[in-house]
Protein backbone atom coordinates (compact mmCIF):
# COMPACT_ATOMS: atom_id res chain seq x y z
CA UNK A 1 0.00 0.00 0.00
CA UNK A 2 1.07 3.90 0.18
CA UNK A 3 3.51 4.75 2.53
CA UNK A 4 2.68 8.34 4.35
CA UNK A 5 2.37 11.11 2.26
CA UNK A 6 3.20 14.67 2.69
CA UNK A 7 1.79 17.91 0.64
CA UNK A 8 3.36 20.61 -0.22
CA UNK A 9 6.45 18.96 -0.71
CA UNK A 10 7.90 22.98 -0.58
CA UNK A 11 6.10 25.42 0.86
CA UNK A 12 7.72 29.29 0.79
CA UNK A 13 5.61 31.78 3.15
CA UNK A 14 6.15 35.32 3.39
CA UNK A 15 6.64 36.41 7.17
CA UNK A 16 3.81 36.53 8.76
CA UNK A 17 1.63 34.31 6.47
CA UNK A 18 -0.22 31.14 7.76
CA UNK A 19 0.85 28.19 6.39
CA UNK A 20 -1.29 24.94 6.49
CA UNK A 21 0.68 21.34 5.82
CA UNK A 22 -0.74 18.04 5.03
CA UNK A 23 -0.12 14.69 6.76
CA UNK A 24 -2.12 11.19 5.28
CA UNK A 25 -0.72 8.25 6.93
CA UNK A 26 -0.57 4.87 6.26
CA UNK A 27 -3.84 3.13 6.22
CA UNK A 28 -5.33 2.23 9.51
CA UNK A 29 -2.27 3.08 11.11
CA UNK A 30 -3.42 4.36 14.63
CA UNK A 31 -0.35 6.59 16.05
CA UNK A 32 0.54 9.75 13.80
CA UNK A 33 3.47 12.22 14.80
CA UNK A 34 4.92 15.71 13.76
CA UNK A 35 8.37 16.48 13.70
CA UNK A 36 10.37 19.27 12.95
CA UNK A 37 13.73 18.89 11.46
CA UNK A 38 16.23 21.74 11.30
CA UNK A 39 19.27 20.85 9.10
CA UNK A 40 22.18 19.13 10.76
CA UNK A 41 20.07 18.18 13.45
CA UNK A 42 17.35 15.02 14.43
CA UNK A 43 13.74 15.24 13.77
CA UNK A 44 12.79 16.77 16.82
CA UNK A 45 8.93 15.92 18.48
CA UNK A 46 6.29 18.26 18.16
CA UNK A 47 2.74 16.73 18.68
CA UNK A 48 1.16 12.94 18.72
CA UNK A 49 -2.27 11.58 18.35
CA UNK A 50 -3.53 8.52 18.47
CA UNK A 51 -6.22 8.42 16.21
CA UNK A 52 -8.21 11.26 16.89
CA UNK A 53 -7.12 12.25 19.79
CA UNK A 54 -3.73 14.54 20.43
CA UNK A 55 -2.15 13.07 23.68
CA UNK A 56 0.82 14.96 23.42
CA UNK A 57 1.58 18.79 22.16
CA UNK A 58 4.41 19.01 24.65
CA UNK A 59 7.09 19.68 21.65
CA UNK A 60 5.03 22.57 19.87
CA UNK A 61 7.28 25.54 20.31
CA UNK A 62 4.98 28.14 20.71
CA UNK A 63 0.69 28.62 20.34
CA UNK A 64 1.07 29.77 16.78
CA UNK A 65 1.82 25.83 15.75
CA UNK A 66 -1.67 23.98 16.01
CA UNK A 67 -2.21 20.49 14.99
CA UNK A 68 -5.20 18.22 14.29
CA UNK A 69 -6.50 15.17 13.04
CA UNK A 70 -10.25 15.25 13.18
CA UNK A 71 -11.17 12.04 11.72
CA UNK A 72 -8.04 9.78 12.78
CA UNK A 73 -6.66 10.09 9.37
CA UNK A 74 -5.72 12.84 7.74
CA UNK A 75 -3.96 15.41 10.12
CA UNK A 76 -2.72 19.32 9.35
CA UNK A 77 -0.35 21.19 11.06
CA UNK A 78 -1.13 24.81 10.96
CA UNK A 79 1.33 27.66 12.03
CA UNK A 80 -0.13 31.24 11.57
CA UNK A 81 1.94 34.12 11.37
CA UNK A 82 5.36 32.86 10.25
CA UNK A 83 8.35 33.74 11.84
CA UNK A 84 12.13 32.55 10.04
CA UNK A 85 12.88 30.43 12.82
CA UNK A 86 9.88 28.41 11.69
CA UNK A 87 11.94 27.56 8.66
CA UNK A 88 12.56 23.75 8.66
CA UNK A 89 11.75 20.22 7.51
CA UNK A 90 8.43 18.61 8.98
CA UNK A 91 8.14 15.67 8.89
CA UNK A 92 4.70 13.56 9.55
CA UNK A 93 5.13 9.80 10.97
CA UNK A 94 2.49 7.45 11.38
CA UNK A 95 2.66 3.86 13.02
CA UNK A 96 0.33 1.18 13.45
CA UNK A 97 0.07 0.76 17.34
CA UNK A 98 1.42 2.35 20.23
CA UNK A 99 5.33 1.69 21.02
CA UNK A 100 5.84 0.25 17.19
CA UNK A 101 8.09 1.46 14.80
CA UNK A 102 6.97 4.64 12.99
CA UNK A 103 7.20 4.93 9.25
CA UNK A 104 8.10 8.58 8.00
CA UNK A 105 6.61 10.74 4.83
CA UNK A 106 8.78 12.74 2.84
CA UNK A 107 8.72 15.71 4.47
CA UNK A 108 7.77 19.56 4.10
CA UNK A 109 10.59 21.66 3.92
CA UNK A 110 9.35 25.18 5.05
CA UNK A 111 10.86 28.87 4.09
CA UNK A 112 9.85 31.45 5.29
CA UNK A 113 11.09 34.65 3.69
CA UNK B 1 21.46 17.00 29.10
CA UNK B 2 19.73 15.76 26.04
CA UNK B 3 17.60 12.14 26.09
CA UNK B 4 19.27 10.96 23.63
CA UNK B 5 22.81 11.10 22.65
CA UNK B 6 24.83 9.87 19.27
CA UNK B 7 28.48 11.28 18.19
CA UNK B 8 27.45 13.51 15.06
CA UNK B 9 30.90 12.50 13.36
CA UNK B 10 31.12 11.87 11.02
CA UNK B 11 32.38 8.21 11.23
CA UNK B 12 34.80 7.47 8.37
CA UNK B 13 35.42 3.52 7.26
CA UNK B 14 36.87 1.86 4.44
CA UNK B 15 34.84 -0.37 2.48
CA UNK B 16 34.00 -3.74 3.84
CA UNK B 17 35.09 -2.60 7.41
CA UNK B 18 32.64 -2.65 9.86
CA UNK B 19 30.48 0.33 11.21
CA UNK B 20 29.72 0.68 14.56
CA UNK B 21 27.65 3.56 15.57
CA UNK B 22 26.82 4.51 19.35
CA UNK B 23 23.40 6.00 21.47
CA UNK B 24 23.27 6.14 24.75
CA UNK B 25 19.74 7.61 26.53
CA UNK B 26 18.99 8.89 29.61
CA UNK B 27 15.32 7.56 30.65
CA UNK B 28 15.53 4.09 32.39
CA UNK B 29 11.55 3.75 31.56
CA UNK B 30 12.00 3.46 27.80
CA UNK B 31 11.03 0.59 26.21
CA UNK B 32 11.44 0.57 22.23
CA UNK B 33 14.78 1.74 20.27
CA UNK B 34 14.87 2.21 16.67
CA UNK B 35 17.32 3.10 14.34
CA UNK B 36 17.05 5.48 11.50
CA UNK B 37 18.71 5.49 8.23
CA UNK B 38 18.43 9.10 6.77
CA UNK B 39 19.90 10.37 3.37
CA UNK B 40 20.80 13.94 2.44
CA UNK B 41 17.75 15.77 1.53
CA UNK B 42 15.39 12.50 2.37
CA UNK B 43 13.36 11.57 4.95
CA UNK B 44 13.97 8.87 7.85
CA UNK B 45 13.98 5.52 6.76
CA UNK B 46 13.74 2.51 9.36
CA UNK B 47 16.33 -0.22 9.81
CA UNK B 48 16.04 -1.92 13.02
CA UNK B 49 14.12 -1.77 16.06
CA UNK B 50 15.18 -3.46 19.42
CA UNK B 51 12.96 -4.02 22.80
CA UNK B 52 14.44 -6.71 24.58
CA UNK B 53 18.47 -6.89 25.60
CA UNK B 54 21.39 -8.57 23.65
CA UNK B 55 21.95 -8.49 19.97
CA UNK B 56 19.28 -8.70 16.94
CA UNK B 57 20.61 -9.29 13.57
CA UNK B 58 18.70 -8.36 9.93
CA UNK B 59 21.06 -9.13 7.10
CA UNK B 60 24.26 -6.85 7.51
CA UNK B 61 22.63 -5.01 10.41
CA UNK B 62 22.93 -6.05 14.19
CA UNK B 63 21.67 -3.71 16.76
CA UNK B 64 22.54 -4.53 20.31
CA UNK B 65 20.93 -3.28 23.69
CA UNK B 66 21.81 -3.06 26.84
CA UNK B 67 19.51 -1.22 28.78
CA UNK B 68 21.86 -1.84 32.12
CA UNK B 69 24.28 0.58 30.90
CA UNK B 70 21.67 2.94 28.64
CA UNK B 71 23.28 1.85 25.89
CA UNK B 72 22.29 0.71 22.31
CA UNK B 73 24.43 0.43 19.32
CA UNK B 74 24.01 -0.51 15.50
CA UNK B 75 26.80 -2.27 13.85
CA UNK B 76 27.03 -2.29 9.63
CA UNK B 77 29.11 -5.12 8.22
CA UNK B 78 30.52 -5.43 4.68
CA UNK B 79 29.88 -1.55 4.86
CA UNK B 80 29.44 -0.26 1.46
CA UNK B 81 29.56 3.26 -0.27
CA UNK B 82 25.90 3.21 -0.46
CA UNK B 83 25.66 2.93 3.33
CA UNK B 84 26.53 6.49 3.79
CA UNK B 85 24.33 8.18 5.68
CA UNK B 86 23.21 9.56 8.78
CA UNK B 87 22.41 7.53 11.11
CA UNK B 88 19.85 8.50 13.58
CA UNK B 89 18.62 6.82 16.87
CA UNK B 90 15.49 6.87 18.35
CA UNK B 91 13.85 5.74 22.11
CA UNK B 92 10.32 5.45 22.89
CA UNK B 93 10.52 7.05 26.41
CA UNK B 94 6.70 6.98 27.48
CA UNK B 95 4.48 4.80 27.19
CA UNK B 96 2.28 6.93 25.00
CA UNK B 97 4.34 6.35 21.59
CA UNK B 98 6.68 9.57 21.45
CA UNK B 99 10.20 8.70 19.98
CA UNK B 100 13.06 11.11 20.83
CA UNK B 101 15.78 10.91 18.61
CA UNK B 102 19.41 11.63 18.78
CA UNK B 103 21.01 14.43 16.22
CA UNK B 104 22.32 11.76 14.08
CA UNK B 105 25.54 10.28 13.29
CA UNK B 106 27.06 11.19 9.86
CA UNK B 107 28.70 7.56 8.36
CA UNK B 108 30.99 7.77 5.35
CA UNK B 109 32.23 4.88 3.94
CA UNK B 110 34.70 5.48 0.90
CA UNK B 111 35.67 2.92 -1.64
Known amino acids: GAGVSQSPRYKVAKRGQDVALRCDPI?????LFWYQQALGQGPEFLTY????????KSGLPSDRFFAERPEGSVSTLKIQRTQQEDSAVYLC???????????FGQGTRLTVV | QKEVEQNSGPLSVPEGAIASLNCTYS??????FFWYRQYSGKSPELIMF????GDKEDGRFTAQLNKASQYVSLLIRDSQPSDSATYLC???????????FGKGTKLSVKP
Open chain 2, 27 to 32: DRGSQS
Open chain 2, 50 to 53: IYSN
Open chain 1, 49 to 56: FQNEAQLD
Open chain 1, 93 to 103: ASSPTVNTEAF
Open chain 2, 90 to 100: AVNVRSQGNLI
Open chain 1, 27 to 31: SGHVS
